[in-house]
């Protein structure tokens, strides 16, 4: 296919979005059934630069398609599932409604609105009990050889990023305790390693605050006062209810990639810290835990609007998606997004890298059908609290630690190992 003005090149591309040709070519349909598909929400599209045409988002094509092949038998099924498809994993802990995720039996936002800790809704989804706890856990603090040995680590490059800086904290920690056998004589629980390995990821976030050092909570300090310490901020009220809610509204998602690992790792009967680990190391990538980073520097903090909208037609001219933007599972609009942008707006609507955002958003929303997701609410709130660049990715771990943690131990309980199976198609030709 001819490059028609800023449209993308062909359906083999790569990218993000389809033409409207190739997505009726993809899925055989006529002009009215696409048309069909976007008015019922289940293909979302944003306004090509001539306002005449759209481009169609990829992932929910291709979902369309393979769900209409899924007749063809279970293997065209599976396939389809493993795609934003069907559930594939039966859970207690979050289910993903309109109005954002439900943690158990409450809504994640109005958990945010009743001001409930994070450890208060971390506990919940570990033991099912919403026993509100205001202050923060008690739990063995990191031992100095951890923390030690961290502070090497650090000195690796001169500016590490922060969730590779988790990473190695739930490694050391993970070490520390050492084997099973070990684990058990010395009489720690599951839920405590959970509490002590986030207190842990807390304190690393000082390398990210002005004395670039750990910064071990204090006795009773919940996270989120301890987050705002560590990063260099005055913990007012304020500041702690907005790094709290940013803690809450992504506690868990569902079965995201990174969750699903935790489910594997946990299967195979790993301890908790290597399910953590691994989930980590899943989550820090372009596609998952760091588009925040994506969004930081599309966004930046120094562009004026006009800018900021002439980054994002470019992004879209090339056919890809707009970090921050068009969450797959949310057609009309990311609920923890519009929350924390509420929240930002409240604390930050005198900065002017706040006000910046809010007029870049509203003309995107306006002109180009894009909707806020988690990603830039949070960027945006970091910025209205005056916090580093990387903090809203470190934020994101953080806060998913808690939720692959509960998946862990629900998938123990579950008592199997995930092992799908593979369809062999043969090598692949060659010229």
Same mark, same amino acid.
């Given at each position: 296919?001819?490059?028609?003005?800023?449209?993308?090149?062909? $359906? #083999?591309?790569?990218?993000?979005?389809?033409?409207?040709?190739?997505?009726?070519?993809?899925?055989?349909?006529?002009?009215?059934?696409?048309?069909?598909?976007?008015?019922?929400?289940?293909?979302?599209?944003?306004?090509?630069?001539?306002?005449?045409?759209?481009?169609?988002? +990829?992932?929910?094509?291709?979902?369309?398609? %393979?769900? @209409?092949?899924?007749?063809?038998?279970?293997?065209?099924?599976?396939?389809?599932?493993?795609?934003?498809?069907?559930?594939?994993?039966?859970?207690?802990?979050?289910?993903?409604?309109?109005?954002?995720?439900?943690?158990?039996?409450?809504?994640?936002?109005?958990?945010?609105?009743?001001?409930?800790?994070?450890?208060?809704? #971390?506990?919940?989804?570990?033991?099912?009990?919403?026993?509100? +706890?205001?202050?923060?856990?008690?739990?063995?603090?990191?031992?100095?050889?951890?923390?030690?040995?961290? !502070?090497?680590?650090?000195?690796?490059?001169?500016?590490?990023?922060?969730?590779?800086?988790?990473? %190695?904290?739930?490694?050391?920690?993970?070490?520390?305790?050492? !084997?099973?056998?070990?684990?058990?004589?010395?009489?720690?629980?599951?839920?405590?390693?959970?509490?002590?390995?986030?207190?842990?990821?807390?304190?690393?976030?000082?390398?990210?605050?002005?004395?670039?050092?750990?910064?071990?909570?204090?006795?009773?300090?919940?996270?989120?006062?301890?987050?705002?310490?560590?990063?260099?901020?005055?913990?007012?009220?304020?500041?702690? +209810?907005?790094?709290?809610?940013?803690?809450?509204?992504?506690?868990?998602?569902?079965?995201?990639?990174?969750?699903?690992?935790?489910?594997?790792?946990? @299967?195979?009967?790993?301890?908790?810290?290597?399910?953590?680990?691994?989930?980590?190391?899943?989550?820090?990538?372009?596609?998952?835990?760091?588009?925040?980073?994506?969004? =930081?520097?599309?966004?930046?903090?120094?562009?004026?609007?006009?800018?900021?909208?002439?980054?994002?037609?470019?992004?879209?001219?090339?056919?890809?998606?707009?970090?921050?933007?068009?969450?797959?599972?949310?057609?009309?609009?990311?609920?923890?997004?519009?929350?924390?942008?509420?929240?930002?707006?409240?604390?930050?609507?005198?900065?002017?890298?706040? +006000?910046?955002?809010? =007029?870049?958003?509203?003309?995107?929303?306006?002109?180009?059908?894009?909707?806020?997701?988690?990603?830039?609410?949070?960027?945006?709130?970091?910025?209205?609290?005056?916090?580093?660049?990387?903090?809203?990715?470190?934020?994101?771990?953080?806060?998913?630690?808690?939720?692959?943690? $509960?998946?862990?131990?629900?998938?123990?309980?579950?008592?199997?190992?995930?092992?799908?199976?593979?369809?062999?198609?043969?090598?692949?030709?060659?010229?």
């Amino acid at each position: 296919m001819a490059r028609n003005g800023s449209g993308p090149r062909n $359906a #083999a591309s790569g990218g993000d979005y389809l033409t409207r040709a190739e997505a009726l070519e993809v899925l055989g349909i006529k002009p009215q059934t696409l048309y069909a598909y976007v008015s019922r929400g289940l293909i979302h599209s944003v306004p090509q630069a001539d306002r005449r045409s759209s481009y169609y988002l +990829r992932e929910d094509v291709e979902r369309i398609r %393979l769900k @209409s092949a899924a007749r063809a038998g279970f293997g065209a099924v599976a396939a389809s599932a493993m795609r934003w498809g069907e559930p594939v994993i039966t859970t207690s802990v979050t289910q993903i409604t309109d109005a954002g995720p439900r943690y158990r039996s409450r809504l994640a936002a109005d958990l945010v609105r009743a001001q409930a800790s994070f450890e208060t809704v #971390a506990d919940f989804l570990w033991e099912g009990n919403c026993i509100d +706890r205001p202050d923060g856990w008690t739990a063995p603090d990191t031992p100095a050889e951890v923390v030690a040995q961290l !502070s090497l680590g650090a000195k690796l490059r001169t500016r590490p990023h922060i969730v590779q800086l988790l990473v %190695l904290a739930v490694g050391l920690l993970g070490a520390y305790h050492g !084997s099973l056998r070990m684990r058990i004589e010395s009489g720690a629980t599951q839920v405590l390693l959970a509490r002590q390995a986030i207190r842990t990821m807390t304190g690393v976030f000082g390398f990210l605050g002005t004395r670039r050092r750990f910064a071990p909570l204090r006795a009773g300090e919940p996270v989120a006062a301890g987050l705002a310490r560590a990063l260099g901020i005055a913990p007012t009220p304020a500041a702690v +209810r907005a790094l709290n809610a940013i803690l809450v509204l992504d506690v868990d998602h569902e079965l995201t990639s990174s969750t699903f690992v935790a489910r594997i790792a946990a @299967s195979c009967g790993v301890d908790l810290h290597a399910c953590i680990g691994a989930a980590l190391n899943t989550h820090h990538s372009l596609l998952t835990g760091s588009r925040a980073d994506s969004v =930081e520097q599309l966004l930046d903090a120094r562009a004026d609007p006009a800018t900021m909208i002439a980054r994002i037609r470019s992004v879209l001219a090339s056919a890809q998606r707009v970090p921050g933007f068009n969450h797959p599972l949310y057609p009309r609009g990311d609920p923890r997004a519009a929350l924390l942008i509420e929240i930002a707006r409240d604390i930050g609507r005198s900065r002017r890298a706040v +006000r910046n955002l809010l =007029e870049t958003i509203d003309v995107a929303q306006r002109k180009l059908d894009l909707r806020p997701s988690f990603e830039l609410g949070s960027v945006m709130l970091c910025r209205a609290l005056r916090l580093p660049p990387q903090t809203s990715s470190g934020l994101r771990s953080l806060a998913r630690t808690a939720g692959w943690v $509960a998946h862990a131990f629900e998938q123990r309980l579950a008592a199997f190992m995930i092992r799908p199976r593979a369809k062999f198609v043969g090598p692949a030709e060659t010229a």
